[in-house]
């Protein structure tokens, strides 16, 4: 089976237990053409995230152990919410560095909450050890098949609603979310990878011809700082050649504070990471080129209202 036929028997799946987040097509943020925006950060949890958990955790039986996942925030409040709506026992692992806000929407989610010095590649290695131990099913926040398949619905998800965009811009942690667009799409539409500066794990590997290990920091950290990138981005990525761009921790926040400014759309750094090539001229489209950004999380620290 094919990854369109993967998508669309998640997309299925997971109906009813998702979200269908709606899209605006906007004009403003100091450029002269208008954006199609698919505001996914208003999903369960506020990010994209939900949909690779209860696609998960709908394909296969969950063992007796439960589930266990690692997360820099975002994934886990996902998997939480999909594991307490259908009646399984999580644990989460979560760096420090996630913050208190999104330690917090974990929390309140019922999940066995363990949260461990340093960064999500050491959440993960606990994370392992604890599936190792005890039987536990990992649900992986962005390289595994059914994650990025869930993802992918967004897509399909968007095409159906009337995506008009021959160019997507889209964030990019550990690769989840930008292979359900690549493949999804397929190479039919242009996708185009974003990341920090300080946090560009796809980005590095591209230029060394294979996934290795980068330092990550910046304001988007707790959202895009996979130490390292998935194999099936990565792959994904390489066959289809997509462009790879990268902004400043400065950048970002701008189009953060614009987004809310302009449309009181209100996101976290990384839900503002892909309109950030627009805003700064990192990524400058055809004179004929219609243009799309992804809005992939919207968990703020701290809570704006907490």
């Known amino acids: 089976m094919g990854w369109k036929s993967k998508i669309e028997a998640a997309a299925d799946r997971i109906a009813g237990h998702t979200q269908i987040t709606p899209t605006m097509q906007v004009n403003g943020f100091g450029l002269n053409f208008p954006v199609e925006l698919k505001l996914e950060h208003m999903q369960h949890t506020g990010s994209f995230k939900a949909r690779g958990a209860f696609n998960t955790l709908l394909s296969e039986p969950v063992p007796a152990a439960g589930l266990v996942a690692a997360s820099g925030g975002n994934h886990g409040a996902a998997v939480g919410y999909a594991a307490h709506k259908l009646g399984h026992k999580v644990r989460i692992y979560v760096p420090e560095m996630a913050g208190p806000s999104k330690i917090a929407l974990i929390k309140n989610t019922g ?3 363990q949260v461990v010095p340093g960064a999500y590649s050491d959440a993960m290695e606990l994370a392992q050890k604890y599936e190792t131990e005890t039987g536990a099913m990992q649900v992986h926040a962005y390289d595994a098949p059914a ?52 946090s560009k794990a796809l980005n590095a590997a591209l230029q060394a011809n294979t996934p290795v290990d980068v330092e990550v920091s910046g304001v988007a950290a707790n959202a895009l700082g996979a130490k390292r990138i998935g194999g099936i981005c990565f792959d994904l990525a390489l066959s289809q050649g997509i462009e790879s761009l990268t902004v400043s921790d400065a950048a970002i926040t701008k189009a953060q504070q614009a987004l809310w400014s302009q449309h009181r759309i209100l996101v976290e750094p990384a839900g503002a990471t892909a309109l950030a090539a627009l805003m700064s001229g990192a990524y400058c489209p055809a004179e004929d080129e219609r243009v799309a950004v992804l809005i992939c999380g919207g968990n703020i ?3 704006p209202l907490g």
């Open 301 to 303: 620290a701290p809570d």
């Open 147 to 198: 994650t990025v398949a869930g993802q992918g619905s967004c897509f399909s998800e968007w095409q159906a609603q009337g995506l008009q965009a021959d160019t997507l811009l889209i964030a990019v942690g550990g690769g989840g979310l930008i292979s359900g667009a690549m493949a999804w799409f397929g190479g039919e539409k242009k996708v185009v990878a974003v990341e920090p500066e300080t």
């Open 111 to 113: 999940a066995d909450l």
